[in-house]
């Protein structure tokens, strides 16, 4: 049968096959689109691991400050064990007195070696006798026999002996560093650090990080802290500062690797 008005269905035929498919503004579109989409994604996931490294950074905040408080209520030294290697923190307190040093280490006085008896301790002892010998012996003229100056230079010696009150006050300082015991409040357990692939710790007076192994930061009885800085770091590069400040134990937050200034150096 003879088509009256072909050019109708050429452009029906036309319109069918430009319903199907997608012109370039479209394609563009569409492609503009899954970019955005995926921007945001990729933004929301690093906000994501920032947000949880943010979190580790507040939880050591917290945990140092409950250790400086617990120092000044016991009245004793806190010391914060910090597992490089396992990014692991724990807090330990100390069964007496303890004397750090500026680089966090125990402190042992000269000569505060433990020793057995006062002959260790290189002095030399003081001669010990009866008045006759420090008298210069028997016979000698101008010595009585008994209750003269014998005697007499015998109760000097005695008082003056190794077992006297002046051989103790000079005997040297002994000093023991005291023994740490774990410390098992509820807020103040150990626990592992999460997302984190790399810790860093600034001591005072040290000029490079420390990076491996375990180090320490020391909280006193004064209610004073050391002015550490740790560094979180994730895998993807970023890091979170935690400055421990002295006063309050509390952790200043920095979104970037800010390390102190170095120590002043003199000439």
Request: aromatic content about 8%.
């Amino acid at each position: 049968m003879h088509d009256p008005c072909p050019g109708a269905g050429a452009s029906r035929r036309a319109a069918r096959a430009a319903g199907g498919g997608f012109t370039l503004i479209e394609l563009l579109v569409v492609l503009a689109i899954i970019g955005l989409i995926a921007v945001v994604g990729l933004t929301g996931l690093g906000g994501v691991r920032r947000a949880r490294l943010q979190d580790q950074a507040f939880k050591i905040s917290r945990y140092s400050r409950n250790a400086l408080i617990w120092a000044l209520s016991r009245a004793t030294t806190v010391r914060m064990v910090v597992d490089l290697d396992e990014f692991k923190l724990s807090l330990e307190a100390a069964g007496g007195p303890a004397l750090v040093d500026e680089s966090g280490s125990m402190v042992v006085p000269d000569g505060g070696e433990d020793v057995e008896d006062f002959g260790a301790t290189g002095y030399e002892e003081p001669a010990t006798g009866t008045g006759e010998e420090l008298a210069g012996g028997e016979g000698e003229p101008g010595q009585e026999e008994s209750g003269g100056l014998g005697d007499l230079l015998g109760g000097v010696g005695g008082l003056f002996g190794d077992e006297s009150a002046l051989a103790e006050l000079e005997k040297p300082p002994v000093y023991r560093p005291p023994v740490f015991s774990p410390i098992s409040e509820p807020r103040m357990v150990p626990f592992t650090l999460e997302g984190v692939k790399a810790m860093r710790v600034y001591l005072p007076g040290s000029e490079e990080p420390i990076t491996e192994g375990k180090t320490y930061i020391f909280y006193r009885d004064d209610g004073t802290a050391d002015p550490a800085v740790l560094h979180l770091e994730d895998d993807r590069g970023e890091v979170y500062a935690i400055a421990i400040q002295p006063l309050t134990g509390r952790g200043a937050l920095y979104p970037y690797p800010w390390v102190p200034e170095p120590p002043e150096v003199e000439p």
